[in-house]
C-alpha cells in the first residue's frame, strides 16, 4: 500500500498512512477510531534516535489537542543511514473527519537534538460506512 501523506524533514522521510476501523467505533456513541501507519526512513549521512513525539489532534469541529510523550508505542528507535522504521497506532475522534500533525524529538550520534516534521495526515469515514437516507 502507498503512503499518500509525506514529508521529509532533516534527512529523515515520513510517510503516512490512514484507515477507519470500523469494528471499533461506536458511531451512535460518537466514537470513531482510526488507524495510522507510520515510517520513518533515515536518508541522510548521520544515524540518529527518536525521543520523544508531539502531536495535534484536530476534529472535525476545530477542536485541537495536545498529545506528546516518549518514543513511539513504547520504543525509541535508533536509525542508522538507510535505516527505516514502522509503526502503527490509533487516533480516537468524535467526529467523522479530522487530521493530526507533528514531529518527533530525535538527537543525533554527535548529541545534537533536532526536530522532523510530519506531514499533516487526514481521518475520515469512508463513504460506505455512511447511512445515507
Not at 503512503?3 to 521529509?8: G, H, K
Not at 476501523?21 to 501507519?37: E, K, V
Not at 495535534?56 to 489537542?65: F, L, Q, T, V
Not at 514531529?103 to 460506512?129: C, D, L, R, S, W
Request: net charge negative; glycine share 6%; hydrophobic share 35%.
Amino acid at each position: 500500500m502507498t503512503y499518500p501523506f509525506v514529508n521529509t524533514s532533516h534527512d529523515f522521510k515520513i510517510e503516512i498512512k490512514t484507515d477507519f476501523d470500523f469494528d471499533q467505533s461506536n458511531p451512535l456513541q460518537f466514537q470513531y477510531l482510526f488507524r495510522y501507519t507510520i515510517l520513518i526512513t533515515n536518508v541522510g549521512q548521520v544515524s540518529a534516535q527518536l525521543l520523544s513525539r508531539k502531536w495535534n489532534i484536530k476534529d472535525e469541529r476545530g477542536e485541537i489537542k495536545l498529545v506528546e510523550g516518549p518514543g513511539v508505542i513504547g520504543q525509541t528507535p535508533n536509525f542508522e543511514v538507510g535505516e527505516s522504521f514502522e509503526y502503527s497506532s490509533f487516533c480516537p475522534l468524535p467526529t467523522m473527519k479530522g487530521e493530526m500533525w507533528g514531529h518527533f524529538n530525535m538527537i543525533n550520534k554527535f548529541g545534537q537534538a533536532f526536530k522532523i516534521e510530519t506531514p499533516i495526515f487526514k481521518f475520515h469515514v469512508p463513504a460506505e460506512f455512511i447511512d445515507n437516507y
